[in-house]
């Protein structure tokens, strides 16, 4: 028997339509072409839910309902992704490790510095460093010297950011979804990554019992990074770092007005996406410019 799955056909597809797809079950999305899409969702039930809701958000695009017959589309999709390399960090999947990888380190081509070798597995609907916003996390991470330093990842989805922070010296990392699948997913690639020293919780940030960081990574959305401002703030330790992503451009204001009284120590774009690294101050005086820092952690 063959099975179906739950889709919807979107044209014209944009950046501001991907960000308002973030409030459904996603399963994963065909981009079979710059603006058509198609959608493909955890359920008939949560398909629709998506279509009355993104018809009245988004008028004058096309949204049609199919059910596309399984026919191993999955498989087929994940085939062609490749290795991502983003500053010293290559994710990559099992079938596309540079060659000579020994899985953490790999010698880099024409004469780069050698490349940390992070291996996930595709899953469908968790990330596996091709979006923007999991690009923009890794960078940020890079920009701190996490040596002997405590992270959480909230939204942990594939682990790639929590595992991502062991590789980069961070001693104690907790990786926190409320997707039991989507923690399935990152204990694959923790063995995957032989990774050890990494914890991996199921459960609703609100209410689970977690320690403060000294990193604390959130890649969510918009409107939910906004509603957990207070609780991620807790959970930073002092002198901590928030490292925010899965916002878009025209976000970032109502975001920091949310964070108050932290402040921008570090911002970054690459889509219409922008990731935040936010630092405690004493002050608030509205949107300030990106400050540099050579070592934040000094």
């Known amino acids: 028997m063959i099975r179906f799955w739950p889709a919807l056909d979107v044209r014209p597809a944009s950046e501001l339509l991907q960000a308002a797809l973030t409030d459904y079950d996603l399963v994963a999305i065909d981009e079979r072409s710059e603006d058509n899409w198609r959608v493909f969702f955890a359920s008939p039930a949560e398909r629709d839910r998506a279509h009355a809701g993104l018809r009245v958000e988004f008028p004058d695009v096309r949204l049609e309902p199919v059910d596309v017959p399984d026919e191993n589309w999955a498989a087929r999709s994940q085939a062609s992704l490749r290795a991502i390399r983003v500053g010293d960090i290559i994710v990559a999947p099992p079938w596309d490790v540079p060659a000579g990888a020994q899985r953490s380190n790999c010698p880099a081509a024409d004469g780069e510095p050698d490349a940390t070798v992070i291996v996930i597995h595709p899953s469908m609907g968790f990330g596996t460093g091709h979006h923007a916003t999991t690009r923009l996390c890794l960078a940020a991470l890079q920009r701190l010297d996490l040596r002997g330093r405590s992270v959480l990842d909230v939204g942990t989805g594939s682990g790639v950011l929590a595992i991502a922070a062991r590789f980069l010296g961070a001693t104690h990392v907790v990786g926190i979804d409320d997707d039991p699948d989507a923690v399935a997913s990152a204990r694959e690639n923790l063995e995957l990554n032989k990774v ?83 630092t405690p101050e004493l002050s608030w005086v509205g949107w300030r410019s990106p400050v540099e820092t050579a070592d934040p952690f000094a």
């Not at 459960?203 to 918009?222: E, F, Q, W």
């Not at 207070?230 to 007005?257: C, H, K, Y």
């Not at 964070?259 to 921008?264: G, R």
């Open 196 to 278: 050890v020293d990494l914890t991996l919780v199921v459960g609703d940030l609100r209410s689970a019992d977690l320690d403060p960081a000294d990193v604390v990574v959130a890649n969510l959305t918009g409107g939910l990074l906004a509603s957990a401002a207070p609780r991620l703030q807790q959970l930073a330790a002092p002198g901590g770092r928030l490292i925010l992503s899965g916002l878009m451009v025209q976000e970032d204001a109502q975001t920091l007005r949310a964070f108050a009284p932290w402040t921008v120590e570090h911002r970054a774009e690459e889509d219409g996406w922008i990731s935040l690294t936010l």
